[in-house]
């Protein structure tokens, strides 16, 4: 199952990620074959509160076995990590995605999602986590305070605005995401975004270590 890597509540509800190093090892070396990644939600068996649910990343093996008569076996898809929690929106996935990431880059600096193949039929939480993820990477690449202005105004009106043009649902409309990215994200754009240190305001200079 793996280790507890984070457990989250609030507002009566709850989320636990879980993996272990080897299994972040292991996903290293699987999507240097091949960079897919299996989303599946499901209900865990035995008995549980709250309509709790088991999400679970999964990547095909990057190992090879070969049978006696030379024929190349097919591999399985191998657990990434597991996210078990009771929250109903996507905030609770984008905290699996940015804990995965962020372990991941102890073994490998570079590591990104750029460039994976995300396989899932969880459609509105997968529109939310990568909206997420798209805007972050302009942001991080942004050298000027009025582009990172306006990109953080676009994602305001992407995730707050709940009805598009003839009373059409958004899919991407999502407070909790918003107030996520202000909390956890967006707080300081300075330590964010791509500038040096020459753009950076005597403030903020004064104020850090660098």
């Known amino acids: 199952m793996g280790y507890i890597q984070k457990v989250s509540s609030a ?28 989303w599946d939600g499901t209900e865990p068996n035995g008995i549980r509160e709250e309509r709790a649910m088991m999400f679970t990343l999964l990547t095909h093996s990057g190992n090879t076995e070969t049978t006696k008569q ?34 991941a880059k102890l073994y490998c600096s570079s590591f990104s999602w750029k460039g994976f193949v995300l396989i899932t039929d969880l459609d509105k939480m997968v529109n939310t986590t990568v909206t997420h993820y798209f805007y972050l990477k302009q942001l991080r690449d942004t050298v000027d305070r009025k582009t990172a202005d306006r990109l953080v105004e676009e994602l305001k009106k992407l995730l707050t605005t709940e009805y598009i043009g003839d009373n059409i649902k958004s899919p991407y409309y999502d407070l909790e995401g ?24 005597v403030e903020y200079i004064s104020g850090h270590k660098l």
Request: with cysteine; proline share 2%.
């Open 178 to 201: 918003w107030a996520y990215l202000q909390r956890e994200i967006l707080y300081d754009l300075d330590c964010l975004c791509g500038w040096t240190v020459q753009h950076l305001p």
């Open 11 to 38: 507002h009566n509800q709850w989320s636990s990620i879980c993996f272990n190093e080897g299994q972040i090892l292991q996903f290293l070396l699987n999507i240097q074959k091949s960079r897919a990644i299996l």
């Open 70 to 103: 030379g024929r190349v076996k097919k591999q399985p898809w191998t657990v990434a990590a597991r996210l078990f929690s009771s929250c109903k929106d996507a905030s609770a996935q984008r905290d699996l995605f940015n804990t995965l990431l962020h372990k």
